[in-house]
């Protein structure tokens, strides 16, 4: 049988993401969606939440139904031992995300022997990212026809009450952490 792990922040969760996930599930026995803290990154949604909205995104396809999720709380290399995988798929939607997945497939190539497989975005998605959804979903705009059902609703809702993990962290403002 073969295991693909689909990392990632998911911060919040996108039709691009799924659309990954989806072709991933149609390459590998078994897939895992790893939601991941990504401490390089200011989140909006926590860990739990984004875990959550991305087993109902995935359980409400059904070429992805049987896709499991999953916290990867440490390296990646180690959430794929434990789970058995052989396989990493990302999503690159340019050159620019070649360039940054590049060397940490390398890594985990070096650190464990795992593969990554990289899946070219679908051109729909293809300008969707987590970032951007979240700019927009700051700045009051229509972020639904980006994200799967519900996940809007806790965009919203998170950006309205001004969460991030640096605000629960006791920190405020902008930037990486010290």
Known sequence: M???VCPGSFDP???GHLDVVRRARTLFDRVIVAVARNPGKSGLLDL??????????VAADPVTADV???????????????????AVVKG?????????ELPMALMNRHLSGVETVFVVADQAYAHIASSLVKDIAR?????????????ADAV???????????????RT???PMP
Not at 92 to 100: E, K, P, S, T, V
């Open 2 to 4: 073969t295991i693909a």
């Open 139 to 151: 700045n009051g705009g229509e972020i639904g026809d980006l994200v799967p059902p519900g996940v």
């Open 173 to 175: 403002g902008t930037g």
């Open 13 to 15: 969760i996108t039709l």
């Open 92 to 100: 690159l939607r340019g050159g620019a995300d070649f360039d940054a």
């Open 68 to 86: 499991e999720v999953g916290v990867a709380d440490g390296l990646l290399v180690d959430f794929c031992r434990e789970v058995g995988a052989t």
């Open 48 to 57: 739990d939440a984004r875990a959550a909205l991305a087993r109902t995104a």
């Open 156 to 170: 919203r809702a998170a950006v309205g009450r001004g969460v991030s993990d640096h605000t629960r962290a006791g």
